[in-house]
T-cell receptor, first 112, second 113 residues
């Protein structure tokens, strides 16, 4: 089975803090994604990466950055957390040729 | 631009009743269509997918979906709902090899006993 692991299920941070959300997949997938999920808005793509050190902006990249130094790990970075970044964050990975995404359990982030 | 509409925000059905969740999409080419389910506090699990071929696709947990090109729809069905099916359901559209999936806003299913 594909396993996508997000390091934290719940996080509470203060406004202005730098926040790192970590995601690791164990299936050697080329593609990895970060989404945020908000009630009534569904999933919105923040960033994705199709290879090590490669990244592309999704639909809502403002206020976020990402890092992919190793194939199995994709990090989402909030440089200066704000209250409007309180949300559920979902990581996903996808093997190269097949457009099926596998999701982690999510990190619920609260910014106070 | 691709888009997905799930017109029902919240649906309540009785256990044992049939279920249909609606999904309409807008996509310029041949779509690849997906249904995912999210149980409370969990990530998304793939229920089924349509890439090509038979327009009626079977998935896990007894779910099926039918692709209707003329109606731009990909509705999810289950003949008899179980209490454990209570969850949020997301429809998504993408291309075969492109990276992005576009998700609908989800339908929350409540099952009464």
């Amino acid at each position: 089975d594909v396993k996508v692991t997000q390091s934290s299920r719940y996080l509470v941070k203060r406004t202005g803090e730098k926040v790192f959300l970590e995601c690791v997949q164990d299936m050697d997938h080329e593609n990895m994604f970060w989404y945020r999920q908000d009630p009534g808005l569904g999933l919105r793509l923040i960033y994705f990466s199709y290879d090590v050190k490669m990244k592309e902006k999704g639909d809502i990249p403002e206020g976020y950055s990402v890092s992919r130094e190793k194939k199995e790990r994709f990090s989402l970075i909030l440089e200066s957390a704000s209250t409007n970044q309180t949300s559920m964050y979902l990581c996903a990975s996808r093997p190269g040729p097949v457009n099926i995404q596998y999701f982690g359990a999510g990190t619920r982030l609260s910014v106070l | 631009a691709q888009s997905v509409t799930q017109p029902d925000i919240h649906i309540t059905v009785s256990e044992g009743a049939s279920l249909e969740l609606r999904c309409n999409y807008s996509y310029g080419a041949t779509p690849y269509l997906f249904w995912y389910v999210q149980s409370p506090g969990q990530g998304l699990q793939l229920l089924l997918k349509y890439f090509s071929g038979d327009t009626l696709v079977q998935g896990i947990k007894g779910f099926e979906a039918e692709f209707k090109r003329s109606q731009s729809s990909f509705n999810l069905r289950k003949p008899s709902v179980h209490w454990s099916d209570a969850a949020e359901y997301f429809c998504a559209v993408g291309a075969g090899t492109a990276s992005k999936l576009t998700f609908g806003t989800g339908t929350r299913l409540q099952v009464t006993l």
